[in-house]
């Protein structure tokens, strides 16, 4: 059951150097995958952080189901995120010493059939490292046209 669900924050890997990723499990209520099926999430300016030793994704935006009743979710909720606790300490230890965050990449729907969310260790670009992206991906354009022509 391969799903076509795969919705990717763009502006994170402008922003953000990736480090490290993991996928993680999201613990949802009954509306909450309706509206993800039908794709409508925002994945910008999305974060995880620790509260009382479980990891929790916030500014992720799941619109309210089309469809739902007075039980409908609320869109803007923080969502616990399902981890082992391996991954747990080691993330907790990276973001508690080196001061790096993590991030939220993507979220889709597994081939088990569950709704999964792409996490990263990244560490914040400078404007500077923004712009030298930007000026290789300008040039690699413009090699890819030449080599067409």
């Not at 799903?3 to 490290?20: F, G, M, P, Q």
């Not at 509206?35 to 300016?45: E, F, M, Q």
């Not at 469809?67 to 609320?74: A, D, K, V």
Request: with cysteine; aromatic share 8%.
């Amino acid at each position: 059951m391969m799903s076509e669900i795969n919705i990717r924050n763009k502006k994170a890997w402008h922003d953000y150097e990736i480090l490290e990723k993991f996928v993680a499990g999201i613990q949802l209520t009954g509306t909450e995958i309706k509206s993800i099926r039908s794709g409508k999430v925002s994945l910008v300016d999305s974060y995880c952080f620790f509260k009382d030793g479980e990891l929790y994704a916030k500014g992720m935006r799941i619109a309210e189901y089309k469809f739902g009743n007075i039980f409908n979710h609320n869109p803007d909720r923080e969502r616990k995120l399902l981890l082992t606790r391996r991954e747990l300490k080691k993330l907790e230890k990276s973001v508690r010493e080196k001061g790096l965050t993590i991030i939220v990449l993507r979220i889709f729907i597994a081939e088990t059939g569950y709704a999964k969310l792409e996490i990263a260790l990244a560490r914040g670009k400078k404007e500077f490292d923004k712009r030298e992206d930007l000026k290789r991906k300008d040039t690699q354009r413009q090699l890819e046209r030449l080599m067409k022509h």
